[in-house]
């Protein structure tokens, strides 16, 4: 957001001319502690125009090259949330529809979600998303839910409420050891969640952290178990 366009197709001509081809276009958060700041005025304030710019650049790169058998995998971000209706059920924001549509409109090739805690908010959003037209596939970001202290940081960074039950069930653990095997549970069960919806693959957030993602994905049964030593 605080890039000028001019600045952006730079940047997206370097990365293509050193060979990137996968990328997550992002619109980017405004700066914290600044109620003021405003965007770039030659720049962009939705992620659509991003993708419609690596699209161009693209274009203009890898055409007539033999680097076209190579194109662009442009992903975008999804929100799922957690808002329910009266009767709670899932609710789906339909801002949030109409800008991953724009996005798909865009050129994006396939989305990740952000967290979510109910695998019946991702299928009612994937759901509305086939209504308004959008064939995007639409891959879960799942995050470990072993630790209650990210969650509740992560709850503060994107809005999206932990379940106060979850919550409980691993701060009432007797030890280190039991919270783990309780997050591990829990966060199988929500990959057997949106696997049963559908889901045409995973994105796990690791948080430089390999070994809960990998014993999450060992819990639903994806992966073997890791060895120690």
Not at 90 to 106: F, G, N, W, Y
Not at 195 to 207: C, K, N, S
Request: charged share 25%.
């Amino acid at each position: 957001m605080g890039a000028s366009e001019e600045e952006l197709d730079d940047i997206v001509t370097g990365l293509i001319r050193l060979g990137v081809r996968d990328v997550l276009a992002l619109r980017g958060d405004p700066p914290e502690g600044e109620p003021d700041w405003r965007p770039h005025p030659r720049g962009y304030t939705t992620a659509s125009e991003l993708v419609r710019l690596l699209r161009r650049v693209e274009q203009r790169e890898l055409a007539g090259t033999a680097d076209t058998a190579s194109p662009l995998s442009i992903a975008v971000a999804a929100y799922p949330g957690g808002s329910y209706d009266e009767a709670g059920n899932p609710a789906v924001e339909p801002s949030t529809i109409a800008a991953l549509r724009a996005k798909q409109d865009a050129g994006a090739d396939y989305a990740i979600t952000q967290v979510f805690f109910d695998p019946n908010s991702y299928a009612a959003f994937v759901r509305t998303a086939r209504e308004a037209g959008i064939h995007l596939p639409i891959v879960p970001g799942i995050i470990p839910l072993t630790d209650s202290t990210r969650l509740r940081r992560l709850e503060t960074l994107t809005g999206v409420p932990v379940p106060p039950e979850l919550l409980e069930l691993l701060e009432s653990a007797d030890d280190p050891q039991e919270r783990y095997r309780r997050g591990l549970a829990a966060g199988a069960e929500l990959i057997g969640g949106v696997l049963d919806a559908g889901t045409p693959g995973l994105h796990v957030y690791t948080f430089n952290a390999a070994g809960p993602a990998l014993d999450t994905l060992a819990a639903a049964g994806l992966c073997p178990a890791r060895t120690t030593s």
